[in-house]
């Protein structure tokens, strides 16, 4: 690829589908819909994007979206790769995310237009500070140096105090939980503002590690303007917390990358709204093509769902996107963040994730499957351990529940 930045789409359209991947080519370069002066072939040459692929998948199927030109005899699915020079756009994220995914949405030649990958060249790797701890940071600072991070939600999301909030953080320390996190919805509401529930809640993580050598790894959702994560992360960092939360596509882009240039601790990032995104499936993004974004501006952890989870992606998906996340970006700098499975994991999952992902390079996180184990929190905990102990030397969790009192207990209830 050398100087070029590639993206791979997905295409549906009415018409003669080369014609329309040029027609791509110039709305996203230095093209428009009729010839302007100035706009020289020496130009083209220099700046314009070029269709680097064409693959036939599909033809004859109707158009999944409204808007697009009409055409009686069905329309045409394909692969494109469009190919763009880096001088062009230089290796800047938000230029990047308006070339590759703009516009061209709603070309009238298209029925459907997905963007499932992008290869960036090197210039990028040294122009952001990617995941700055990762998962070996993450592994440190969490005191978990193999098998997955234990995690759990704050719930209900909404409603608690900060006292409230402590007291819950408080059970789970006990618990033995590794991980937790703020819900999206919560970052600095009247009822729990952000400053009382970091100094509350790490009052507790404090005095439990001093008393155990356990320091609970908590993501405080700090999501808002700049200027106030940053202040907010300070906050963090000057009382002994470990890792803060945004959720990207709140904050945006520029607001990412500005904490993430900022940040001195591990950015959890949460997805929420992902689905408007990717659910049609000619429609979008992919998560391996959006999730190179946020990796490039800071992202140590990103939501991948999980297996069996209550929304509509499929397990293969999950999968996938899990996957996408391990893959090394670039030579120098791998920018690879650890995934994070939550959405509806209990004891059940342990043995699918790992057999499929191969690695335990991950976030586990369960709400119900830890707070409504009939023994009580600590059980919950200990089941998952249990169930994955279990992943990993390839028992299921039935097989590994014989002589595993907490994973028998939580099978029993879940009907297993």
Known sequence: MGSRIEADYLIETPADPARAAEAMAGEQSSGTFTAVPGETPELKARAAARVEALEV??????????????????????????????????????TLAATVAGNLFELKQFSGLRLLDIRLPEAFARAYPGPRHGIAGTRRLAGVAEGPL?????????????????????????????????????????ACPFDARVRAVMAVINAHADRTGKRVMYAFNLSGELDDMRRRHDLVLDLGGTCVMASVNAVGLAGMIGLGRHSLLPIHAHRNGWGALTRAPLLGWSYPAWSKLWRLAGADHMHVNGLGNK?????????????????????????VSMPVF????????PYETFRRLGTADLIYAAGGGIMAHPDGPAA????LRQAWDGALQGRTAEDHARGNPALARALERAGA
């Open 150 to 190: 234990i995690g759990t939600i704050v719930k209900p999301s909404v409603g608690f105090t900060p006292e409230q909030t402590a007291e819950l953080v408080q059970t789970l320390a006990e618990a033995g939980i590794d991980f937790i996190k703020d819900d999206e919805l919560q970052a600095d509401g009247p």
């Open 57 to 94: 998948l599909e033809t004859g199927v109707p158009p999944s979206l409204p808007g697009a030109m009409p055409s009686p005899q069905g329309c045409t699915r394909a692969r494109v790769t469009l190919s763009w020079p880096l001088e062009t756009i230089g290796p800047d994220l938000t």
């Open 380 to 383: 919950g905990v200990q089941s």
């Open 342 to 349: 939550s959405s509806g994991q209990t004891v059940r999952q």
């Open 311 to 335: 929304f509509s992606e499929d397990d293969d998906s999950v999968i996938a996107s899990a996957k996408s996340v391990l893959a090394p970006m670039f030579a120098a700098k791998p920018c």
